[in-house]
């Protein structure tokens, strides 16, 4: 069964970094995209940065382009997303989730997702 493990959430005031792992477990599961998604309260999860295993393309939101970078370990066991500059925006759930048919941002193309990690920024 794949595992997924978010870790590194916390409170930050705005302008700081963090940067969130996600501990993979694949057991023989061969994703080609890894993703980090936020849901913040009241609102619909959504894509914030995708990682195409096979040649490295990343996709990002257009709300944090430029301030979120997102990379993998050569062996697939971890996954980051490291935040600099946060905004108060970007305080939600962060999950990390992975597929094996597209990649993007669309939550609809992952099928393995983890528990989350909180992140909050304060103005």
């Known amino acids: 069964q794949v595992r997924l493990v978010e870790s590194g959430g916390g409170s930050r005031q705005a302008g700081r970094s963090l940067t969130l792992s996600c501990s993979i477990s694949l057991y023989g599961y061969e994703p080609s995209c890894m993703a980090w998604f936020r849901q913040a309260p009241g609102k619909e999860r959504e894509g914030v940065a995708a990682?195409?295993?096979?040649?490295?393309?990343?996709f990002y939101a257009e709300s944090v382009k430029g301030r979120f970078t997102i990379s993998q370990d050569q062996g697939k066991s971890m996954l980051y997303l490291q935040m600099n500059p946060l905004k108060t925006g970007d305080t939600a759930m962060y999950y990390c989730?992975?597929?094996?048919?597209?990649?993007?941002?669309?939550?609809?193309?992952?099928?393995?997702w983890g528990q989350g990690t909180q992140v909050t920024v304060s103005s």
């Open positions: 989730a992975v597929g094996s048919n597209f990649c993007g941002l669309r939550r609809e193309w992952f099928r393995y």
């Open positions: 990682f195409y295993t096979i040649g490295g393309t990343t």
